[in-house]
């Protein structure tokens, strides 16, 4: 109850800061975009395969909108090789929820997750809080989508407690 209590708590300072969120500040682009101001929507694919590249991945994940950018993490070894994760920026929050939805789609013969980006690194209480309330919403927001669509066939079956209602 404590930390529950403290998130919360954390949360509304965090809005009372930053009413757009500590990462939506603005950010100025180059000239080619479509307005001056840019809000990052970000999301972190995972469970990918070693065999994984940046232009797989784009064609995958432009398909459902405008991609900014797609960003592989490599291993510092001999022989380096993508660590099974990547970062992939859309120009926009629409572009973004349709990109949620590509969650266990298959890609490579493996069935990928798709998250939202937790925001910068480290183990602070504020970034975990922030993130558990992003994964909370995101989880709210596909027991929803479950519910309209009727189609529980489609969840894999280790997200399958997170969904019962």
């Known amino acids: 109850m404590e930390t529950l209590i403290l998130i919360q708590y954390l949360y509304k300072q965090e809005i ?25 929507a970000n999301l ?21 909108g405008t991609l900014l950018s797609v960003r592989l993490p490599y291993t510092q070894t001999s022989a ?5 994760y990547a970062f992939i920026e859309y120009k926009d929050s629409l572009s973004l929820a349709k990109a949620l939805k590509l ?5 490579h013969d493996r069935k990928i ?20 309330i992003k994964n909370s919403r995101l989880n709210m927001q596909r027991k929803k989508r479950i519910q309209s669509e009727n189609v529980p066939e489609m969840i894999h079956p280790s997200r399958i407690s997170r969904v019962k209602m």
């Not at 995972?46 to 398909?63: A, Q, V």
């Not at 380096?80 to 099974?84: A, E, I, L, M, T």
């Not at 997750?113 to 558990?132: P, Q």
């Open 103 to 107: 969650h266990h789609t298959v890609l």
């Open 113 to 132: 997750n798709v998250e939202l980006t937790g925001g910068g690194g480290g183990n602070s209480i504020a970034r975990k809080s922030k993130l558990k």
């Open 44 to 64: 972190t694919p995972g469970n990918l395969s070693y065999k994984i590249t940046t232009e797989i991945l784009s064609s995958h994940f432009s398909s459902v």
């Open 16 to 40: 009372a800061l930053y009413p757009l969120g500590r990462n939506l500040h603005p950010k100025k682009r180059d000239s080619s975009y479509s307005s001056v101001y840019h809000i990052p």
């Open 80 to 84: 380096p090789r993508p660590k099974g």
